[in-house]
């Protein structure tokens, strides 16, 4: 825990692991034989959704990044690429551009969809979807979540910049 615990709670925290990296960490649980969906899962940040929604966090934006989290993800599973991931998530940018639904304009948000590979954590490279895969997260992104029009993919390696966007 990055923060440690607030100190009105009165706990002792307990950190047996603290000094090891995730890939340690995973390379532990392993050894202890539990299960690979818990070993393999892709880190997901303490603070929550908040710092993968820039600009102003509401319930209706928190619903909106969920639903674009989820039908990328699935798709990853679906492809049978999560395990070769070291993390992959949607953003949800403050920035609203204007799209067309059948006959009419829409002005709605833009999400970014980021996927890294890594051993650690320090460093980072994009992972490179082949260009149908995004297509077709795109195209189910922006006709199954209401409130997205447009959708991006961060080719960003860390450095120079990070895993998570906030």
Same mark, same amino acid.
Request: avoid cysteine.
């Given at each position: ?8 709670? &009165? ?9 090891? @990296? ?10 202890l034989?539990?299960?690979?969906? @818990? #070993? ?16 102003e #966090? ?12 989820a039908? @990328?993800?699935?798709?990853?599973r ?12 949607? *953003? ?6 204007v799209? #067309?639904?059948?006959?009419? &304009? ?20 994009v992972y490179p ?7 077709? *997260?795109?195209? &189910?992104?922006?006709?199954? *979540?209401?409130?997205?029009?447009? *959708? ?15």
């Amino acid at each position: 825990n990055v923060g440690g615990l607030p100190e009105r709670m &009165r706990l002792k925290l307990v950190e047996p692991l603290r000094e090891l @990296f995730k890939d340690e960490v995973r390379n532990l649980g392993r050894e202890l034989g539990l299960p690979s969906t @818990f #070993v393999g899962r892709h880190p997901f940040p303490g603070p929550g959704l908040a710092v993968r929604i820039l600009g102003e #966090v509401t319930t209706d934006r928190v619903a909106v990044l969920q639903e674009a989290d989820a039908i @990328f993800l699935e798709e990853i599973r679906r492809a049978g690429l999560y395990d070769e991931i070291w993390q992959a998530f949607a *953003v949800l940018l403050p920035v609203r551009t204007v799209g #067309v639904m059948g006959d009419g &304009r829409t002005y709605e948000w833009v999400a970014a969809l980021r996927a890294v590979t890594s051993t650690d954590g320090m460093t980072a490279d994009v992972y490179p979807f082949e260009p149908a895969f995004l297509g077709r *997260v795109a195209t &189910r992104i922006v006709n199954e *979540v209401k409130g997205i029009n447009r *959708v991006t993919y961060d080719i960003t390696s860390k450095p120079p910049g990070t895993i998570e966007w906030e």
